[in-house]
């Protein structure tokens, strides 16, 4: 018995908990209030799953409660004398939701994980999904469903519900195996010739035939082939022994003409006069004049430089010279911008004037700042006298209503006098800021023209020093001159000879050189010669091994061509040969094919009629059980005694729901009231349960008052209260039906929710 549930952010609730009963639990709401997520947090408590979910209609994610992360259900339940709990949750991710799963026993935790806590439920309960909404949980909202279904339906629905519907299926994919095996050994049979399997047989025979003789045949061609690049390999070591022989004599040869024809040219190049004592003297002469071209180029370059700083030093004085007269310049131009400015008058004199008009303008800011703290002081006293007062606010002088009356006139006559003075000030401070600003604008230029002056004239040097020293550098620039004259003649005459005695040095180098390289040529000669005696080298020999050797070369030319051709000749026919005796493998294969592909679908065809046989027997056992309970059922459900017994009648096409009256069988849907029809709907659902159910004893009804009128309601409402409990251990209803509460259901809730505000799902005991 499920004793309670809870339910945390599933769908809309969002912590809610439920107890249930033994007996008919009742939970009334109306649509969208949450009582379908009740039942569905059963099944996915004990599953892991629940029909929309199952059918793809809801994703994971979808069961948690907006904007929660994470939903969890608690399943409490007794069983043979435990207390077993279950607990689900699943859980947002990245991309999309996991679930994990435990389960206690007696407060022990015995297994965790989704799949293995649903195969312990399954094997604790006895019942799988499929079988627990089959016969327990059943999505269809009205209580005679299957009264309304036309036959055909009917027959697929009760089917289904009874697991009969698998026969069927399994019937029609077996028939559509049979039909595909026998097309495909029809395709196969049709494949097979005898008339070309003899043919196929002559063809193999005959090739088996040629292969034997072309590998006799290529085995003789080979060794023949062996012998002959033997011959060619002994006749390639001679000829390229010889070989060798003759490119090293050519070479020589070529060597010794070439050295020969070097020796004749350098001979006549010689100029036998000069010796090695002419060019050493030379050269020694050479390095002297050389040390004393480089002493004057030195001198040279020494009087450059000292030339090239005294007339550094000419510019700067003459640069000096030019700045001397700037300064000047400016002096007399700053003396003409000091008398404009100071016009007949002194420095002192302007100053003295600044400050006369800075301290008539102070006094004037200080009277207008008396002036105004006075008016402030008598607008505050002038504040205090009121209307009545008996003494004055300032010396405590008794007044009357004329003296407060004098007294204000003073008053305001002395502000209004503050208030022209104030006006009168004004006007002239303008004035005297200009004035000030002017004076203090003229005594910064007097002061910056008196300033750069004294700098000037400060800076300036006594006359004729700089013309002095101009022409003191002058003299020495000419002394330089005149000696870098002298040093340059000697400088070009020692060129000039250093010139033709590197010309002389050069050529008896060179004739020197030659010497030396006619000795190395003479001495490579002789070698020549000496090694060229040495080498024993006829050229008849050598073309008459050439020729044997392109001789044998030819004949393995044949014999390899002839080798190829057979071993191609020979790939070719074993290639045919292969194919042949492939097409006779899968000749041969087809054949075992059809007796096989026969054999199955005989095998098929008796497996086809058994699960026929089965069905029969096994609906016909179903409904004699299904009946046998209905009735017992039916005692128990219907209050008249106008029907004595109801059951299911089997046809080919349809299940056939029938009453008995006066000794005999009648359909049930054309004698039945509405009231009759819901009692035996009920007991046909129940009795479905106690059968395929027989040791859980639950069932859930969802929306069971569909098109039932009031008196139905009631009727069905006392039969789930006090008859249902006495067949099925516990059930569970949820209804929209306020009419089908009553008082002794085990337990009732009734379900709230405020779906605009997107509100929890709210709980009320009734």
């Not at 504040?383 to 004055?392: D, F, R, S, V, Y």
């Amino acid at each position: 018995m499920i004793t309670s549930i809870r339910l945390i952010n599933w769908r809309s609730h969002k912590d809610t908990t439920l107890e249930f009963g033994k007996g008919t639990n009742l939970l009334v709401g109306i649509m969208g209030a949450g009582k379908s997520a009740v039942l569905d947090g059963i099944s996915f408590a004990l599953f892991g799953t629940f029909p929309a979910l199952e059918r793809r209609r809801l994703k994971l994610e979808n069961i948690i409660r907006h904007n929660e992360d994470s939903a969890t259900v608690i399943l409490d339940m007794k069983w043979n004398g435990n207390i077993y709990r279950v607990e689900r949750k699943i859980k947002k991710a990245k991309t999309r939701a996991s679930s994990s799963s435990e389960i206690f026993r007696d407060g022990s935790l015995i297994d965790s994980g989704p799949t293995a806590v649903t195969s312990y439920v399954e094997q604790l309960l006895g019942v799988d999904y499929d079988l627990f909404t089959r016969a327990i949980y059943s999505e269809q909202n009205n209580i005679d469903y299957f009264l309304t279904l036309d036959p055909r339906r009917r027959k697929e629905e009760i089917d289904r519900l009874l697991g009969l519907d698998r026969f069927g299926n399994a019937r029609a994919n077996i028939i559509s195996v049979i039909n595909r095996i026998e097309s495909n050994r029809k395709l196969l049979q049709e494949k097979y010739d005898l008339k070309l399997v003899v043919e196929i047989r002559e063809k193999l025979g005959k090739y088996e035939k040629d292969i034997l003789g072309l590998k006799s045949r290529l085995e003789k061609v080979v060794a023949e082939y062996q012998e002959e690049s033997k011959k060619v390999k002994e006749s390639e070591m001679e000829y390229w022994s010889l070989r060798k022989k003759k490119e090293k004599y050519e070479n020589l040869i070529r060597e010794l003409t070439r050295t020969k024809g070097m020796i004749e040219s350098i001979t006549g190049d010689i100029d036998p006069n000069v010796t090695g004592e002419l060019y050493n003297k030379t050269k020694d002469e050479m390095e002297q004049l050389g040390r004393k071209l480089a002493e004057l180029e030195k001198k040279s370059q020494a009087l450059e430089t000292e030339k090239s700083r005294l007339s550094k030093g000419m510019g700067s004085l003459d640069a000096q010279l030019k700045d001397e007269e700037d300064k000047k310049q400016r002096i007399e131009k700053l003396g003409n911008a000091l008398k404009t400015l100071l016009a007949k008058k002194t420095a002192d004199e302007y100053q003295k004037e600044l400050k006369l008009l800075e301290e008539e303008s102070l006094k004037l800011n200080s009277e207008r700042k008396a002036l105004e703290s006075e008016m402030t002081e008598v607008k505050e006293f002038l504040g205090k006298i009121k209307p009545g007062m008996a003494n004055c606010p300032l010396c405590g002088t008794r007044l009357d209503e004329k003296g407060i009356g004098h007294v204000k006139n003073e008053k305001n006559a002395l502000i209004e006098k503050n208030r022209g003075r104030i006006k009168n000030i004004d006007s002239k401070l303008p004035e005297t800021k200009d004035k000030i600003d002017s004076l203090k604008t003229r005594l910064k230029k007097i002061e910056f023209a008196i300033e750069k002056r004294d700098g000037y004239e400060k800076e300036l040097k006594a006359p004729g020093e700089l013309e002095n020293e101009k022409k003191k550098i002058g003299a020495e620039i000419s002394g330089i001159e005149k000696e870098t004259s002298i040093n340059g003649k000697e400088l070009v005459e020692k060129r000039g000879s250093s010139e033709k005695m590197a010309i002389m040095v050069e050529k008896y180098g060179r004739t020197m050189e030659k010497k030396r390289s006619l000795a190395l040529l003479l001495e490579k000669e002789k070698g020549f010669e000496e090694e060229k005696g040495k080498i024993k080298y006829d050229e008849k020999d050598y073309e008459k091994v050439r020729e044997t050797l392109e001789r044998v070369k030819l004949k393995k030319q044949k014999k390899e061509s002839e080798k190829d051709a057979t071993e191609k000749q020979l790939r070719m026919t074993q290639e045919m040969a292969d194919e042949l005796e492939k097409r006779m493998k899968e000749i041969k294969e087809n054949e075992e094919t059809v007796t096989r592909l026969s054999k199955l679908s005989e095998e098929l065809k008796i497996y086809r009629n058994a699960l026929l046989d089965t069905q029969v027997t096994l609906r016909k056992n179903l409904i004699e059980a299904i009946n046998a309970a209905m009735n017992e059922i039916w005692e128990i459900f219907y209050p008249y005694r106008n029907y004595s017994a109801v059951r299911l009648e089997v046809t080919e096409k349809d299940y056939i729901f029938q009453v008995h009256e006066r000794g005999e069988w009648k359909s049930l849907e054309t004698v039945a009231s509405g009231g009759e029809r819901a009692c035996a709907a009920l007991t046909l659902r129940v009795a479905l349960a106690t059968v395929l159910t027989p040791n859980l004893s639950w069932l859930i009804l969802d929306e069971p008052t569909h098109n039932l009128d009031r008196e139905t309601i009631t009727l069905l409402s006392e039969t789930l209260q006090l008859k249902v409990p006495q067949v099925v251990r516990q059930t569970f209803v949820i209804t929209h039906e306020e009419g089908l509460i009553g008082a002794d259901f085990a337990t009732s809730y009734r379900l709230k929710r405020t779906k605009e505000a997107d509100g929890p799902t709210e709980i009320e005991n009734i």
